[in-house]
């Protein structure tokens, strides 16, 4: 099985953030934590981050896989493209978000990608990203929506 953890705008900040909605790791270190996990269910994983809405669309389009772990970011409230590129994918699609999006700012809680996804998982720090590897572990074989 192959999954990609595809990260959006400002993530690469994370640790240096507001530690209250983010959590205090870095993304280095929750990348290390999902490898740690992907290993112990034999899953090939990769990660992906980017600031540039482009290319997240372009390592969407170009992943060839079984599932796709997406915290956009920003991009998650208005990137339509990046939605669309989402919807063409057969895979087990799970969106991520660190704080609890429907708790914060209003137009946070608004997600453009959610419907084109399998699920979403909001607001339980870095075990979030835990959380959708479990669900993509459990599901193998899946490639439903």
């Given at each position: 099985?192959?999954?990609?953890?595809?990260?959006?705008?400002?993530?690469?900040?994370l640790g240096?953030?507001?530690?209250?909605?983010y959590?205090?790791?870095t993304l280095?270190?929750?990348?290390e934590?999902?490898?740690t996990?992907?290993k112990?269910?034999?899953?090939n994983?990769?990660f992906f981050?980017s600031?540039?809405e482009?290319e997240?669309?372009?390592?969407?389009?170009?992943?060839d896989?079984?599932?796709?772990?997406?915290?956009?970011?920003g991009?998650?409230h208005?990137s339509i493209a990046?939605?669309?590129?989402?919807?063409?994918?057969?895979c087990?699609?799970v969106?991520?978000?660190?704080?609890?999006i429907?708790?914060?700012?209003?137009f946070?809680s608004?997600s453009?990608l959610s419907?084109?996804c399998?699920?979403?998982?909001?607001?339980?720090g870095?075990?979030?990203y835990?959380?959708?590897?479990d669900?993509i572990?459990?599901?193998?074989?899946n490639t439903k929506?």
């Amino acid at each position: 099985m192959k999954v990609i953890v595809i990260n959006g705008p400002n993530l690469n900040k994370l640790g240096e953030r507001n530690a209250s909605h983010y959590g205090t790791k870095t993304l280095d270190e929750i990348n290390e934590l999902l490898k740690t996990e992907a290993k112990k269910e034999k899953i090939n994983i990769e990660f992906f981050f980017s600031n540039i809405e482009g290319e997240i669309i372009t390592a969407i389009q170009n992943f060839d896989g079984d599932a796709i772990i997406i915290n956009a970011g920003g991009y998650t409230h208005y990137s339509i493209a990046i939605r669309d590129a989402l919807e063409s994918k057969n895979c087990i699609k799970v969106e991520v978000h660190l704080s609890n999006i429907l708790a914060r700012e209003e137009f946070r809680s608004q997600s453009v990608l959610s419907s084109v996804c399998s699920g979403t998982i909001t607001g339980f720090g870095y075990e979030s990203y835990l959380l959708a590897l479990d669900y993509i572990s459990r599901h193998k074989g899946n490639t439903k929506k």
